[in-house]
Structures are given as C-alpha cells and as structure tokens.
T-cell receptor, first 114, second 114 residues
Framework: DTGVSQDPRHKITKRGQNVTFRCDPI?????LYWYRQTLGQGPEFLTY????????KSRLLSDRFSAERPKGSFSTLEIQRTEQGDSAMYLC????????????FGPGTRLTVL | DQQVKQNSPSLSVQEGRISILNCDYT??????FLWYKKYPAEGPTFLIS?????DKNEDGRFTVFLNKSAKHLSLHIVPSQPGDSAVYFC?????????????FGTGTLLAVQP
C-alpha cells in the first residue's frame, strides 16, 4: 500500500530561480490538494484539483505559482522567480470523494530560498 | 482571522496519564473535524475525525469530543505513551465551497515523559 509521495523532499535554491515539485497521490484518489506550512503555523490551503480540473486557488497563490494535474494523476507545483518568503514546507494531500473525504498527506517538500 | 485556534502551544504529560488537547473554532459552516499528528520533517498523519452531527468518536486510545454550542473540540489520549510525542493539529473542513479544504490550527506540541 503506497501513500502519497512527494519529490523532492528537500530543495535549496537561489532567489529568482524556478522550482517544480511533484506529488503522486494515492492511486484511487480523485481529489488532490496543495498546502503550505511555515514555522509555527498549521498547513494553509493553496489549491485543489478534482481529477484534472483545478477548482480552487487560494489568495496565497500568487501569479508566480502554477499547479497542474494532467490526466488526473500526479500533480506538479511550480514556483517562478522564487523569493525568500517562499521558503516553507509544501504539502500535498489526496482524498477519495466520499462523505468522510479524509485527506491523507505526503511527507512534504522543504523549500529553502537563499 | 484565525478560524481554528489551538491556544496551548505545548503540553507535557507523564506516561500512562491522559493527554487532553483542545481546539476552538469560529465558523458554523464547518461540518467535519479532524486531528492530525506530525513528527518533524514529515507530513501530517491522520488520527481521528468527527462529524458535526456527533459529539464523540473513539478509536482505541484516542477519543475526540465535540461541543457544537461552545464551538470546541478536544482530543483525549489514554494512556499516553512516549511515542505519542509530536505536534497535534486540529483541522476543520470548510464545506461552504466545493473543495472540502481543511483549515488548520497552529498546533500543540505534546511531550510525553517516560
């Protein structure tokens, strides 16, 4: 049984560079979420996909952020022209549309922008 | 504005005793509440949830209580074990939109002393 996986686990980049993260959800899950967690805070919602459709984006997601989920399977989150304020843990979660709809999280990608 | 609040940043409990973690919320549209446990450098792990139509849910050593009139929930761990030491996040599901996104509290660090 494989859970949600994320790659890479850690990313260190210089300010102004572009970075891309990948999330592979649990195979039968059709819903996929991205969250961001900074030190001392709980995870904050960024965006949501149902199958391949991106149905909601948080105000936290500036124009420099883009997410895709081609074919409704894995998802990518790209940050262009990174800033030091983008340093955070980026978490992916998936769920199966049902009444409980429990979200299961991956291990996260820790981004450090120098 | 913080819709989900965990007012205790930390809690220390002796092994074998009860741990009680508290959470308050402000939004009456929340329909489901979840507790997640998080170890450093890992993603949150789902522990237990409760629907807004119930007042108690139990799973092994973990029990969640919901008081809707007070907009308050608590997680009880009995008996506490050293392996329970982690950060615990309370989360509420926002059913007002189509996404079922989770709103998290800031977490409580539980330390179980042997």
């Amino acid at each position: 049984d494989t859970g949600v996986s994320q790659d890479p686990r850690h990313k260190i980049t210089k300010r102004g560079q572009n970075v891309t993260f990948r999330c592979d959800p649990i195979s039968e899950h059709n819903r996929l979420y991205w969250y961001r967690q900074t030190l001392g805070q709980g995870p904050e919602f960024l965006t949501y996909f149902q199958n391949e459709a991106q149905l909601e984006k948080s105000r936290l997601l500036s124009d420099r952020f883009s997410a895709e989920r081609p074919k409704g399977s894995f998802s990518t989150l790209e940050i262009q022209r990174t800033e030091q304020g983008d340093s955070a843990m980026y978490l992916c979660a998936s769920s199966f549309a049902a009444r409980t709809d429990t979200q299961y999280f991956g291990p996260g990608t820790r981004l450090t922008v120098l | 504005d913080q819709q989900v609040k965990q007012n205790s940043p930390s809690l220390s409990v002796q092994e074998g005793r009860i741990s009680i973690l508290n959470c308050d919320y402000t939004n009456s549209m929340f329909d489901y509440f979840l507790w997640y446990k998080k170890y450093p450098a890992e993603g949150p792990t789902f522990l237990i949830s409760i629907s807004s139509i119930k007042d108690k849910n139990e799973d092994g050593r973990f029990t969640v209580f919901l008081n809707k009139s007070a907009k308050h929930l608590s997680l009880h761990i009995v008996p506490s074990q050293p392996g329970d030491s982690a950060v615990y996040f309370c989360a509420a599901r926002d059913f007002s939109g189509a996404t079922n996104k989770l709103i998290f509290g800031t977490g409580t660090l539980l330390a179980v002393q042997p």
